[in-house]
C-alpha cells in the first residue's frame, strides 16, 4: 500500500519515470477586450491566455466576421466586417480548445469584446432659407427655415438677438421682443448644432435684414398756422399694427407739411 501511494504521489507530482495524467482545459481569457470602432481588419485585439500546451484553438463564433483568431500570436484581431458603436457597443465570440489526451477533449470560452466610440462625425455649417423680415411681422411669424442639418445633430438657439428671434423645430421665427427697423435695421443670430458623435458643437451666424414699414402716411390735422409749432402727435394703424408718430417744428425730419388755411397735411413716415 505504501508503495502505490508513492507511485500515486509521483505521477501528480510529474516526478521523473511517473505516467502524466490527463489534463484539464481551463476557460479562457483575453488580455484585453476592447477595440475602437473603425479600426481597420487585421488589428490586435488581445491575447489568450490559460490555454493548455499542446491544445488547438478554433474560432466558432467570430460575431458575424468581426473578429478572427491570430493563431501564431495566439490572440484575437479585428476581423473584416466594420466595427461601429451606434450599431453595436459589445460583441460576443466563441473559442473552442481542443485537446485529445484531456479530460474533456473541447471546452468553448465566450469572450464579450467592448466597441468604444470614435467621435468621427464632422458637423457641416447651416443654411436658412429667407433672411429678411418685416418690422410689422407677429411674434411666431416664419422668417426662415434652417436647412443644411446634419443628420442625427439637434439645433439650439444660443442667440436670438435679445429674444426678438425664436427657433420653433427648424425653424427662425419672430420673437416676443418687438422689431423696430430704425433700432435695429439687421438681427444677428446664432444658432448651435449638437451631435453626440461629434467631438465639438458647431455654430452658425445668420444676419436677417430687417424691413422698414414704408407706407406713405398722410395726417391731416386742423391747427391755427400761427399755432403750427405747437407738437402734435398722433397714430395711424397700418398693417401690423399701430405705428406710433410725433411731429413737431417746420418741417420735423422725414415728414413734409403744406398748409392751406386752417389745415395741415403731414405726408411721410413718421416714427
Do not use: C, W
Not at 501564431?72 to 484581431?77: R, T
Not at 446634419?150 to 423645430?169: F, K
Not at 405705428?243 to 415728414?255: E, F, H
Amino acid at each position: 500500500m505504501t508503495l502505490l501511494l508513492a507511485q500515486l504521489k509521483m505521477l501528480t507530482t510529474g516526478s521523473p519515470g511517473g505516467v502524466v495524467l490527463p489534463a484539464t482545459l481551463q476557460n479562457l481569457t483575453l488580455s484585453s477586450s476592447s477595440v475602437p470602432e473603425n479600426t481597420a481588419p487585421g488589428a490586435a485585439i488581445g491575447l489568450l491566455s490559460g490555454r493548455t500546451p499542446g491544445s488547438t484553438i478554433t474560432l466558432i463564433d467570430d460575431a458575424g466576421n468581426r473578429f478572427a483568431l491570430n493563431g501564431a500570436a495566439n490572440g484575437i484581431v479585428t476581423g473584416l466586417t466594420a466595427l461601429n458603436f451606434e450599431a453595436g457597443v459589445s460583441h460576443s465570440i466563441i473559442v473552442e480548445e481542443t485537446l485529445a489526451t484531456a479530460v474533456v477533449p473541447t471546452r468553448q470560452s465566450t469572450i464579450a469584446i467592448t466597441v468604444t466610440n470614435v467621435l468621427d462625425t464632422i458637423l457641416s455649417p447651416l443654411s436658412l432659407s429667407a433672411t429678411t423680415i418685416s418690422e410689422a411681422a407677429a411674434p411666431g411669424a416664419v422668417i426662415g427655415a434652417l436647412g443644411g442639418t446634419t443628420a442625427g445633430a439637434s439645433p439650439s438657439l444660443v442667440d436670438g438677438h435679445g429674444g426678438r428671434v425664436a427657433l420653433i423645430g427648424t425653424d427662425l421665427v419672430v420673437g416676443a421682443t418687438d422689431i423696430d427697423a430704425l433700432a435695429t435695421p439687421t438681427l444677428t443670430v446664432i444658432v448651435r448644432q449638437t451631435h453626440p458623435d461629434a467631438a465639438l458643437p458647431l455654430d452658425t451666424t445668420f444676419v436677417i435684414d430687417v424691413e422698414r414699414v414704408n407706407a406713405s402716411l398722410t395726417v391731416t390735422g386742423t391747427l391755427d398756422p400761427a399755432q403750427f409749432n405747437v407738437a402734435y402727435s398722433d397714430s395711424l394703424t397700418v398693417s401690423g399694427g399701430t405705428v406710433p408718430y410725433s411731429v413737431s417744428g417746420l418741417p420735423p425730419y422725414g415728414i413734409s407739411a403744406t398748409i392751406i388755411g386752417g389745415t395741415i397735411s403731414f405726408t411721410g413716415t413718421p416714427r
